[in-house]
Structure formats: C-alpha cells, structure tokens
C-alpha cells in the first residue's frame, strides 16, 4: 500500500523564523516523485517543492527546500524566514501510476 | 484558459438530487483528474482521464459517481442520488502528458447537500 503521513496536524511559527513539516511515505518502489503543495483559503493546490527519488540532492525553491531521507522515506519540507503569506495548509504527496497520493495535511499559522 | 476552471464554485442540493461539476482545463493537457476533499482530509484520487477515456477510475466511491470527458477537453463529474456524506470540496486538476511535474489544480467546488 503506498500511504502518506503528516504527523503534526498544526504547527506554528514566528515570522521571520523557520519551521520544519514533517512527512513519511511509504512505497516499495525505487524510482518515484515526491511533492509538497500549498492550500491556502482559496482552495486552490499550489506546487511548491517537487524532488525525484532518484536525485540525492534536496531540492529548493527559493525560501522552501527538502531533506529527503530516502533510506528512511522521509520528506521533510523546511520554510526559511516565514512569512504571513505562508500560512496555508501543507499537503506532502507521492506520485505514482500517475496519481498523486496526499496526506492529510499540517495547517501552518504564522505568528505576526 | 490560463488556469484550470471549475463551476459552479459553491453548489448546495438536496439529498437525492442529481448534481454535476464541470471542469475547464488548461488547453493543451491531455491529463485531467478528479479528487474529492472532505473536511480536514487531504484530497482523495476518484478519476483519471487520458484524452477523452477514463485511465484509471479506481477511486469513485460507487456507481452513484460518474465523470465523462467526451471531447478530450472539458470534464464533468455527476453524482446521482446524493447523500449527505458527498458533501466535500471536489478538486480537478489538469496536466500535460507526463505527471511527474505535478498537476495544475482549479479552485474546487465545495458540495453541500442538505
């Protein structure tokens, strides 16, 4: 079964600091995308972060970036210098068969 | 279209009622997909559409749900009989052949039947 967890169903910040979304997925699979997306109020899903199992290097977006731990299927999601405009809910997803599987989400508040 | 559409935004109905989506997708994307969000949940695959045929419809729930796509363009998503527990936002999503670039999502319509 291929699964997606968040663990921390909410999780808040300063602006200005970082903050680190947990997630784990599980796959049997050795070749495989992994995602971060954004849903702010508007209820539209924004890309942030896309990172390809097969790459060791963690990808970054600007303010955003990854540590993958592919041993340990993990894909954490980090935000550099928080802004008000980030809170949103978080969802981590994994891709395959062409579907993409998401987790149930963190809910980002950012602290003024 | 510059973005994925969907209409209506909101759509409240009453239990038993027949109801339909629409999704516009970005012109050009072969790739079209259906999921379903309910409250506090992440969103949930239903259907995959590949051009004008369903891929894998694998996620709808029953046979109450249904979604066609006859031009290859815009999709429809239908729901006969409604329950109250089909009440959730319903995402569409759209992109080009390949997916591992993430899909492009519209703004969803939320579901109320009452």
């Known amino acids: 079964a291929q699964t997606v967890t968040q663990s921390q169903p909410e999780m808040s910040v300063q602006e200005a600091e970082t903050v680190t979304l947990s997630c784990t997925y599980d796959t049997s699979e050795s070749d495989y995308y992994l995602f971060w997306y954004k849903q702010p109020p508007s209820r539209q899903m924004i890309l942030v972060i896309r990172?390809?199992?097969?790459?060791?290097q963690n990808a970054t977006e600007n303010r955003f970036s990854v540590n993958f731990q592919k041993a340990a299927k993990s894909f954490s999601l980090k935000i550099s210098d928080s802004q008000l405009g980030d809170a949103a809910m978080y969802f981590c997803a994994y891709l395959r068969d062409d579907k993409i599987i998401f987790g149930k989400g963190t809910r980002l508040h950012i602290l003024p | 279209g510059a973005g994925v559409s969907q209409t209506p935004s909101n759509k409240v109905t009453e239990k038993g009622k027949y109801v339909e989506l629409r999704c516009d997708p970005i012109s050009g994307h072969t790739a079209l997909y259906w999921y379903r969000q309910s409250l506090g949940q992440g969103p949930e695959f239903l259907i995959y559409?590949?051009?004008?045929?369903?891929?894998?419809d694998s996620g709808l729930p029953n046979d109450r749900f249904f979604a066609v796509r006859p031009e290859g363009s815009v999709s429809t998503l239908k729901i006969q009989r409604t329950e109250r527990g089909d009440s959730a936002v319903y995402l569409c999503a759209s992109s080009l052949t390949r997916t591992d670039y993430g899909y492009t999502f519209g703004s969803g319509t939320r579901l109320t039947v009452v």
């Open positions: 990172q390809e199992a097969y790459k060791q």
């Open positions: 559409f590949q051009g004008t045929g369903a891929a894998d």
